[in-house]
């Protein structure tokens, strides 16, 4: 059984986020609405996929060092 959640075709406001490179709402939807990191779209691709095919490498690295972040804190 997979922990991924399929959110189809329609991009998540996760998604969209990453792919435009809003680094500040995809914090905010992730630590602060609890936004499913692993959601998927149908390709199988997640938010860090959609924001590394436009570009958004901050938003990839600034979402991968957080989530290490709070994980050791907890």
Known sequence: MSDHTIVGDSASP????AAVGMADAVDALLFDALANPRAVLSDGSTFVH?????????????????????ACVR
């Open 14 to 17: 996760l998604h969209v986020a």
């Open 50 to 70: 959609s924001a590394a095919r436009t570009g958004q490498v901050r938003v990839c690295v600034r979402a991968c060092v957080r989530a290490c972040v709070r």
